[in-house]
């Protein structure tokens, strides 16, 4: 039942309200059309913010690096309305954000890059100068596989999300064929895949049983999300944490269960670039 004009319950130990649910990923409905890629030699991630790789793929790039796949970051914005502290220090959210990305895509075993183009947190726009910029990190990186936002999902509620899904996509094309961006200094490139989370049809799971725990020891990197969204109060004894991690095995374990795998990842697969 719809409960108009009610105000957000604050999380013991935090200045906000009670995070939403984990943007853990979609769960399937059912068995889906295919289970695993090839392992691709490079991979490359673009997201909206900081954390958005390690909520979204993390177990899935675990898996990935652990068998010799180069692991790369692209992140568009810069994270800074990443707080509800009205009075936080925003050039100091942004710096600490940047790092805590490093450790995150560290701790998930990358050997490749970790860029961040540092667009206003909140204010990503599907722009031809920001897709010119995807477009040029595609083919200095050259993946195998992209990873990316749904921009199709239903009933989505962050622009940056909808935006960053639509520049990967607008991008890749851009990357592709060669009469685009000819002022870059590297050849154009094509991946082989697309992996799109938070997907509003799933059609593929990637079996991440065993990795599961580098995910949430990557998001654990992400410490100034700890009170907006994992949950985890400022002054936690360790039980808030524990809960999160519970939480985030509970979920690959369900898309799992729904695909025929101890746990797992879910995505839609595009595979005729």
Request: aromatic share 6%.
């Amino acid at each position: 039942m719809l409960r108009a004009m009610t105000e957000p319950t604050p999380f013991p130990g935090s200045n906000g309200p009670t995070p939403s649910p984990l943007p853990a990923g979609e769960v399937p409905d059912g068995p889906v059309a295919s289970i695993d890629l090839p392992t691709p030699g490079v991979a490359l991630a673009i997201v909206a913010h900081p954390d958005d790789v390690e909520f979204q793929c993390g177990a899935t790039f675990a898996k990935w690096a652990a068998h010799g796949c180069v692991l790369n970051h692209l992140v568009l914005t810069d994270g800074s309305k990443g707080t509800w502290d009205a009075d936080a220090d925003i050039e100091e959210l942004v710096e600490q954000r940047r790092g805590e990305q490093m450790e995150a895509a560290s701790r998930l075993g990358s050997q490749g890059k970790v860029v961040m183009l540092e667009h206003v947190d909140g204010e990503l726009q599907p722009t031809l100068h920001v897709r010119d910029q995807v477009a040029y990190w595609i083919r200095a990186i050259k993946p195998d596989v992209i990873v990316t936002h749904d921009p199709w999902k239903r009933y989505r509620l962050h622009p940056d999300h909808r935006n960053a899904g639509f520049l990967a996509l607008d991008g890749l094309v851009a990357a592709r064929d060669p009469h685009f961006s000819k002022h870059h200094d590297v050849p154009f490139h094509r991946p082989k895949a697309v992996l799109l989370f938070e997907a509003d049809e799933i059609d593929h799971v990637e079996d991440v049983t065993g990795f599961v725990d580098a995910k949430v020891d990557a998001l654990l990197a992400h410490r100034s999300q700890y009170v907006t969204t994992h949950g985890i109060p400022e002054d936690d004894d360790g039980t808030a944490a524990e809960a999160f991690r519970q939480k985030v095995l509970a979920r690959a374990a369900l898309v799992g269960a729904r695909t025929g795998v101890p746990a797992g990842e879910a995505f839609k697969a595009l595979t005729e670039l």
